[in-house]
T-cell receptor, first 114, second 112 residues
Framework: QKEVEQNSGPLSVPEGAIASLNCTYS??????FFWYRQYSGKSPELIMS????GDKEDGRFTAQLNKASQYVSLLIRDSQPSDSATYLC??????????????FGSGTRLSIRP | KAGVTQTPRYLIKTRGQQVTLSCSPI?????VSWYQQTPGQGLQFLFE???????NKGNFPGRFSGRQFSNSRSEMNVSTLELGDSALYLC???????????FGPGTRLTVT
């Protein structure tokens, strides 16, 4: 089992709809979770971080964390063509410690169709 | 505030050579991490430095090494280059360890 798993996509969503991106992780002790967006040929850009169970909203983006199910998701409301990119889920394993490291999922390719 | 900078942006080397890549973190950030990104393997963690000490290391051979200087700038070195080392090498900085990471533009290394 991979440490961080994402559906590779592509996920095709009509403009204006809600895009839902999902990620599961294997280490129950993980405490820090991040979503990055990566456009083709560019480096990853941090969208959101989440540390507690529940929802965290920032503009059109909402991150959802369920530690019991080892599941983190990202919702994008009112999807725009500029949201078309690869979305990377990242998990810092074993929580806040100097021995922890961040593991990235393989990414989900999102395509917003006009 | 300036972002993370990496030099050089592009590099072409031949097998057997060595290469040094440089990363300057965001001002005030003390942690620097390095990643390798390839189409087949995705984003793979190389190592993380904090206060000039390597705090964590990924599953890469000893040919991959790094260091961090007192001003938090970091370098990574790859010796005896192999074709499979062709990749985008990304540096990310964070304020503290375990914090949010911000990526530089990357160095595209091609080994021929």
């Amino acid at each position: 089992q991979k440490e961080v798993e994402q559906n590779s996509g592509p996920l095709s969503v009509p403009e204006g709809a809600i895009a839902s991106l999902n990620c599961t992780y294997s280490d129950r002790g993980s405490q820090s979770f991040f979503w990055y967006r990566q456009y083709s040929g560019k480096s990853p850009e941090l969208i959101m971080s989440i540390y507690s169970n529940g929802d965290k909203e920032d503009g059109r983006f909402t991150a959802q964390l369920n530690k019991a199910s080892q599941y983190v998701s990202l919702l994008i409301r009112d999807s725009q063509p500029s949201d078309s990119a690869t979305y990377l889920c990242a998990v810092r394993l074993r929580g806040y410690s100097s021995a922890s490291k961040i593991i990235f999922g393989s990414g989900t390719r999102l395509s917003i169709r006009p | 505030k300036a972002g993370v900078t990496q030099t050089p942006r592009y590099l072409i080397k031949t097998r057997g050579q060595q290469v040094t890549l440089s990363c300057s973190p965001i001002s005030g950030h003390r942690s620097v991490s390095w990643y390798q990104q390839t189409p087949g393997q995705g984003l793979q963690f190389l190592f993380e430095y904090f206060s000039e000490t390597q705090r964590n290391k990924g599953n890469f051979p000893g040919r991959f090494s790094g260091r961090q200087f007192s001003n938090s700038r970091s370098e990574m070195n790859v010796s005896t280059l192999e074709l499979g080392d062709s990749a985008l090498y990304l540096c990310a900085s964070s304020l503290e360890m375990a914090g949010e990471q911000y990526f530089g533009p990357g160095t595209r290394l091609t080994v021929t």
